[in-house]
């Protein structure tokens, strides 16, 4: 049973960079149809999907977030990685990482909390 977990930093400044990554267990992230979502959910929000790595290696963005959103991946760990600059206190939420399969999101990690403050 596929499994991903987040991790990275719970705090950062702002202007810095946001950097999480996503650990993919029991299937890897090449394996066709499957594409490797980042989503986020500010305190009080609703859930934001903010980009995805398909299994071909190609990545989509959000048009709300395209200019300071990265996303990547290291095939030899199975992990993916989202990149966010210049972040404010506004990108302070949980961000999950997440496997979509036809636009649909079917599984998920369990979140981390990320709080941008000085």
């Known amino acids: 049973q596929v499994q991903l977990q987040e991790s990275g930093p719970g705090l950062v400044k702002p202007s810095q960079t946001l950097s999480l990554t996503c650990t993919v267990s029991?299937?890897?992230?090449?394996?066709?149809?499957?594409?490797w979502s980042w989503i986020r959910q500010p305190p009080g929000k609703g859930l934001e999907w903010m980009g995805a790595i398909a299994y071909s290696g190609i990545t989509y963005y959000s048009p709300f977030l395209k200019s300071r959103t990265s996303i990547s991946r290291d095939t030899s760990e199975n992990q993916f990685t989202l990149q966010l600059s210049s972040v404010t206190p506004e990108d302070t939420a949980v961000y999950y990482c997440?496997?979509?399969?036809?636009?649909?999101?079917?599984?998920w990690g369990q979140g981390t909390l990320v709080t941008v403050s000085s």
């Open positions: 029991g299937g890897s992230i090449t394996t066709n149809l499957y594409y």
């Open positions: 997440a496997r979509d399969r036809g636009g649909y999101l079917e599984v």
